[in-house]
């Protein structure tokens, strides 16, 4: 099957396309193009941006169509096309992909030095070493190949032939698919495998004997699970929808002023854009608003897209009062802080947006059976809503169902020209919902996981390549100077988030016994996440006590905010590991095994996403029930090591560690105003 073009995704995955579009100018009119034209060429609402060589010479539309536009099909004639130049922007995230790879082949020349080292000595090497193939090519990181993985390869596949060490990390395996990690330890009599949820470890056998009896008892009467047994049985989201006074339900969408639908859909772009980049800002404002404009938001798509970010531009707005950031505008403005605007009240929803989101609902329930890249778009957008609200059932609920409409794409398309605008954005959707989805599923581990896993190694990272668009003015005033900023932050996160996946499959293992987990693994764990740390881009670099507080807008809040914090959360969990030996089995843990004790204790002290601003922009923060539970758990082991008889053990407790479980609980009693699973961990946390 031949690579598919623009207009055969089109028709297959994605309406959302250019051949389709009626604009929507910066003052917020909606238009379509003039109908009339020449039968030669398709009806287009924007001048070509890369005429063929024909049709330029001519100085004639062209329709841009391949392998020939219109006119040379019609006439017969030989169709070509100029190489597109690279942009600035192009070439900034060349040199962060760049970055990225040279990353790659540092952690690869790694893998092979702590093979060669362990080679040299008398013991037998663990399983890492004889897993890595010096003859194997380093992969790529933005590109790996569709063929570089079969299920079950490991096994089947001869000794020469397996995939390096950093294949294998990027494999399915790494989180969801059953059997033996590649990067596990040798089994051992009495292993056990530790889970990554904090939530486990209220039932740790050595934080049970150490913790007063009255939380103990009230754990012990309630469900294992009771986080999603409690989030299972809450009420559903209302469905009432509060219009405004003397609107008509059925019309009441059509007469929102136009800087209504502006300044909410700016908002979610500041904000909610910058941190899960699912959707094309110019695509958006110049096709989707203006199609659903024109079907006066009736029950399609771009409607349903369209009424999801008018929600999620809710909480954006709400972010903003909170961090007291002045709206974004594309006017000259002078001052700082927010300032309400005229239509604020169409927010004041609880939670904000209910009236978009259940408009949102009620359209798609007819069209609850798509599955192609805008329906994957809308339910990876309704995930946002719910987890920003805090019904993390809903959001897995959501985010299975834009993985589905993933997996349908891959399942029924032979090849995605991923360098083209139309499959980065199927890209941008499979890394949103892989990412989402894992964070959920591992806290949550009774939650079934959807199989998106099995193609990781068949999507690259997104490129964010730039929509076509024609040189008006709205193409312009769209085109924002932070993009290349936030989009290096994703693909650093997603570069994080196979490391610390390679963390849990390495070491997340107990057992009576000397030296284990393996101190060479635990060492290579530390020089992959300090490698990732080294060559982020310039811009993207922080210090240990670099304060988020300065920046401009909650975007940039967050998002620096996040970086350290990931950084941070990768230090406790290499730790976790030996905390949970030291609490078990003291007798077996040496002084390098308390060592790392101590080092993940620290890293797990003062993450910026749960303090300062990003504690007061709730609205805006991300992976918010994530962080809850991450500080669930580490109240719980804070008190374990101070009450622990282990002398050796209470010395590994940093200092200041009383005023983090303060700046924890403060979070978890915030946040348990919206989810009955975190108002019951406060309960439990009060009882210590």
């Known amino acids: 099957?031949?690579?598919?073009?623009?207009?055969?995704?089109?028709?297959?995955?994605?309406?959302?396309?250019?051949?389709?579009?009626?604009?929507?100018?910066?003052d917020g009119v909606g238009s379509q193009e003039d109908a009339e034209g020449s039968a030669l060429k398709k009806a287009r609402s924007f001048m070509a941006t890369l005429a063929c060589d024909i049709c330029r010479s001519r100085k004639t539309r062209c329709d841009e169509d391949r392998p020939k536009c219109g006119y040379c099909r019609t006439m017969n004639l030989e169709c070509t096309y100029q190489a597109p130049r690279a942009t600035k922007k192009d070439q900034s995230m060349s040199v962060a992909i760049n970055a990225i790879r040279r990353l790659e082949s540092k952690i690869e020349d790694l893998t092979a030095a702590v093979n060669t080292s362990r080679a040299s000595h008398p013991a037998p090497p663990p399983p890492l070493a004889q897993l890595v193939d010096p003859r194997s090519p380093p992969s790529t990181f933005s590109q790996p190949s569709p063929t570089s993985y079969v299920p079950g390869f490991t096994s089947a596949l001869p000794h020469f032939d397996r995939p390096s060490g950093h294949d294998l990390a990027m494999s399915p395996q790494t989180i969801a698919t059953p059997g033996k990690s590649p990067f596990s330890p040798t089994e051992v009599q009495g292993q056990i495998t530790l889970s990554f949820s904090q939530h486990r470890v209220a039932i740790w056998p050595a934080v049970k004997h150490v913790l007063p009896t009255e939380f103990t008892t009230a754990r012990a009467g309630l469900p294992q699970d009771y986080i999603v047994e409690m989030e299972t049985q809450r009420e559903p989201l209302p469905i009432h929808i509060d219009r405004?006074?003397?609107?008509?339900?059925?019309?009441?969408?059509?007469?929102?002023?136009?800087?209504?639908?502006?300044?909410?859909?700016?908002?979610?772009?500041?904000?909610?854009?910058?941190?899960?980049?699912?959707?094309?800002?110019f695509f958006f404002y110049s096709s989707t608003l203006g199609m659903a404009l024109e079907n006066e938001f009736g029950y399609d798509i771009e409607s349903c897209i369209v009424l999801i970010v008018l929600a999620l531009g809710c909480l954006a707005v709400r972010a903003h009062e909170e961090g007291d950031f002045a709206l974004p505008t594309r006017s000259i403005t002078s001052g700082r802080g927010f300032v309400r605007p005229e239509w604020y009240e169409l927010t004041a929803d609880e939670p904000p947006g209910l009236k978009f989101i259940n408009e949102a609902r009620r359209r798609f329930g007819f069209l609850m059976c798509q599955n192609d890249l805008q329906a994957g778009q809308f339910y990876m957008l309704s995930t946002s809503y719910y987890a920003q609200i805090l019904r993390p059932l809903d959001s897995w609920t959501t985010v299975n169902r834009a993985a589905l409409c993933c997996t349908s794409i891959l399942s029924r398309t032979e090849t995605v020209e991923f360098d083209q605008w139309e499959g980065d954005m199927f890209s941008r959707l499979f890394w949103n919902t892989l990412m989402y989805e894992t964070v959920i599923t591992q806290e949550l581990d009774l939650l079934p996981h959807s199989g998106l896993l099995e193609h990781e190694p068949d999507v690259p990272l997104p490129k964010f390549t730039s929509c076509p668009r024609p040189k008006t003015s709205i193409a312009g005033l769209l085109t924002d100077e932070d993009d290349s900023f936030f989009n290096f932050h994703f693909l650093a996160q997603a570069a994080h988030r196979i490391i610390l996946t390679r963390v849990k499959q390495s070491i997340y293992y107990f057992a009576e016994r000397e030296s284990y987990p393996s101190a060479g693994l635990t060492s290579e764990m530390h020089h992959q996440l300090e490698e990732w740390r080294v060559n982020l881009p310039p811009s993207l670099q922080f210090s240990d006590d670099e304060s988020v507080d300065d920046s401009p807008s909650p975007a940039h809040v967050i998002a620096k905010a996040m970086l350290r914090s990931r950084y941070?959360?990768?230090?406790?969990?290499?730790?976790?590991?030996?905390?949970?030996?030291?609490?078990?089995?003291?007798?077996?843990?040496?002084?390098a095994e308390y060592n790392e004790v101590r080092e993940g204790l620290r890293g797990g002290m003062f993450w910026p996403t749960t303090m300062g601003l990003c504690a007061q922009m709730l609205s805006a923060l991300p992976l918010k029930f994530g962080w809850c539970c991450q500080c669930f758990g580490q109240v719980l082991l804070f008190h374990a090591v101070a009450r622990s008889p282990d002398q050796k053990l209470r010395d590994t407790l940093p200092a200041g560690w009383q005023d983090w479980l303060e700046v924890m609980m403060t979070l978890i009693?915030?946040?348990?105003?919206?989810?009955?699973?975190?108002?019951?961990?406060?309960?439990?946390?009060?009882?210590?």
Not at 250 to 274: C, I, N, T
Request: contains cysteine; hydrophobic residues 40%; charged residues 20%.
């Open 669 to 688: 009693e915030n946040c348990g105003r919206d989810s009955p699973g975190i108002a019951t961990d406060a309960d439990l946390l009060r009882l210590l």
């Open 244 to 281: 405004p006074y003397g609107t008509f339900p059925d019309s009441w969408l059509m007469s929102l002023p136009q800087s209504v639908v502006k300044g909410l859909a700016d908002a979610y772009f500041a904000v909610f854009h910058r941190i899960t980049p699912v959707l094309d800002k």
């Open 568 to 591: 941070l959360v990768a230090k406790f969990h290499i730790g976790r590991p030996f905390l949970y030996k030291a609490l078990h089995a003291p007798a077996f843990t040496n002084d």
């Open 1 to 26: 099957m031949t690579k598919r073009s623009r207009d055969s995704i089109a028709s297959s995955s994605h309406s959302d396309l250019p051949g389709r579009q009626a604009s929507y100018d910066v």
